[in-house]
């Protein structure tokens, strides 16, 4: 069975700084994409950041750039996501996915059940 969980959400006060990981079992992604989606309430889900399997290639929402860092751990099986200058709009639950795909635009078919982020201004 595959899982994939999140850990490290909370509440932060704007301009601090969290960081969230991932960590896989039930089956290895090292040769595949990997991201990180968050769904703010009364919003869609929107794609946060991706990584590919090596690391070499990354993507980051206009959002986030310049504020968030997305990396990885094949060995253990972990992702995270570094997120500094925090802002309120910042606020809602993240997921982390797993593609079965090599590239990082394409199906996501593995969710975690989300961290919540909570920034207060």
């Known amino acids: 069975q595959v899982r994939v969980v999140e850990s490290g959400g909370g509440l932060v006060q704007a301009g601090g700084s969290l960081r969230l990981s991932c960590t896989t079992s039930?089956?290895?992604?090292?040769?595949?994409?990997m991201a990180w989606f968050r769904q703010a309430p009364g919003k869609e889900r929107e794609r946060v950041a991706a990584?590919?399997?090596?690391?070499?290639?990354?993507y980051y929402a206009d959002s986030v750039k310049g504020r968030f860092t997305i990396s990885r751990d094949n060995a253990k099986n972990t992702m995270d996501l570094q997120m500094n200058s925090l802002k309120p709009e910042d606020t809602a639950v993240y997921y982390c996915?797993?593609?079965?795909?090599?590239?990082?635009?394409?199906?996501?078919?593995?969710w975690g059940q989300g961290t919540q982020v909570t920034v207060s201004s």
């Open positions: 039930g089956r290895t992604f090292s040769q595949n994409a």
């Open positions: 990584i590919s399997w090596t690391g070499s290639t990354t």
């Open positions: 996915a797993a593609s079965t795909y090599v590239g990082i635009n394409y199906e996501y078919k593995y």
